[in-house]
Every structure is written in C-alpha cells, then in structure tokens.
C-alpha cells in the first residue's frame, strides 16, 4: 500500500471551533489532493496541491484552506466548523497529477455537532 | 460545468454474471479516466485506466470502454464474485490542470 496516513481517523468538533486535518505521505509524490465524501455526492475536490506552497481551489473549496509546507504533510483546515462539513474526507496523492493512478488514504470522519 | 455522472446509483448482480457499470462525462477535454473501486470503510482504490487515444482496455476480470463521440465509459466485470461488491467511482482528468474529478459512485450488490 501506498504510504498515506491521516490524521486524526475519527474527530468530533462543536460549531465555530476550528479544525485541521492532517496528510501524511512518504512517497515524494508532488501532487496531493483533499476531498470530502457525502451520500449522493461521490468524492468531491476541496483542494489540491502540485508542489510545496502551490495549492489551487477544487469544486467545494468555500469554509477549507489548505497549506503544503514540505513535500511529504498537506493540511486541511476548517477555520469555522459548521454542521454542513460533517463528512468523510480523504486524502489522495499523485505522482502525475492525475495522469496515472492516484492513492487514497483511509479516510476521516468528521463530526460537527 | 464540468461533471461526471453514472446513470445508475445501485446494480445488482448475480454471482457469476458479468457487470456492466456506466458513466457519462461532459468535460471534452478530458482524456484520461480511471475506474476506482471502494470497499465498506476504506479508501478508493485503482481499478483500471485509460486514455483517450483508447477505445478499449484490458485487465484482469475486467474491461474499460471508452466512446468519446457521446462521451461515456463502461467498467466491465466478468464473472462477477462476491468480493466484487463495492461502490465503483469512475474519475477524468483534462489536459488543462491536474484536478482528478470523481463522478457520484455505483454501488454494485452481489445476489447468491
């Protein structure tokens, strides 16, 4: 399997506080992406990255920001949780930028209450 | 805008039949598509790929079809079994970034 590993697996969090998830690879891979899963939405793009501190706007970006210090962590953050971020989110890299197959992590659950 | 969608949301399946899996995209510049498959509690996982200049490509148990006249890929599965139930998601990437965008998943039930 490839080396990805978020962090936490499982949060919950009242309204208003702020969040950050966390993206942990060990595959040097230069491209990495956030997204968040809901019933009847499939996986939708928050944010990616293709380099350290080069990041760029997915589909449902509004209420996340992203940052990308080292090659190996990129970081989520909900600044503001509200109920509406409850969900799953995954974290995938990519050595290609979407060329070739890209690698998910295992998920995390997040519950805003 | 740019979407990726399937046409059906649940197939069910009897083991040992082949499945057919659907998804229509409307992106033109796509042209790269990936099939995932994901398991109960886990992330996707690389199923097949193929690329534009490809009508069809081969795997193991499984067949990938692309027609880009009316802009629609198929996953098929042959000899379905058991382990073959999941959500599959079929996901493009264009030319013009580096977004892998996911249409909204089929979930396929094996029937004994």
């Known amino acids: 399997d490839a080396g990805i590993t978020q962090s936490p697996r499982h949060k919950v969090t009242e309204t208003g506080t702020p969040v950050t998830l966390r993206c942990h690879q060990t595959e040097n891979h230069r491209y990495m992406y956030w997204y968040r899963q809901d019933p009847g939405h499939g996986l939708r793009l928050i944010h990616y990255?293709?380099?350290?501190?080069?990041?760029d706007k997915g589909e449902v970006s509004d209420g996340y920001s992203v940052s990308r210090s080292k090659t190996e962590d990129f970081l989520l953050t909900l600044e503001s949780a509200t109920s509406s971020q409850t969900s799953v989110y995954f974290c995938?890299?990519?050595?290609?930028?979407?060329?070739?197959?890209?690698?998910f992590g295992q998920g995390t659950r997040l519950t805003v209450v | 805008g740019e979407s990726v969608g399937l046409h059906l949301p649940t197939l069910s399946v009897q083991e040992g039949d082949n499945s057919i899996i659907n998804c229509a995209y409307s992106n033109s510049a796509s042209d790269y598509f990936i099939w995932y498959k994901q398991e109960s509690g886990k992330g996707p996982q690389f199923i097949i790929d193929?690329?534009?200049?490809?009508d069809k490509r081969q795997g193991q148990r499984v067949t990938v079809l692309l027609n880009k006249t009316v802009k629609h890929l198929s996953l098929q599965i042959a000899a379905t079994q058991p382990g073959d139930s999941a959500v599959y998601f079929c996901a493009e990437t264009s030319n013009r970034d580096d977004k892998i965008i996911f249409g909204k998943g089929t979930r396929l039930h094996i029937l004994p």
């Open positions: 995938a890299i990519s050595e290609t930028g979407g060329r070739t197959e890209a690698f």
């Open positions: 193929i690329r534009s200049n490809m």
């Open positions: 990255s293709y380099g350290v501190k080069d990041t």
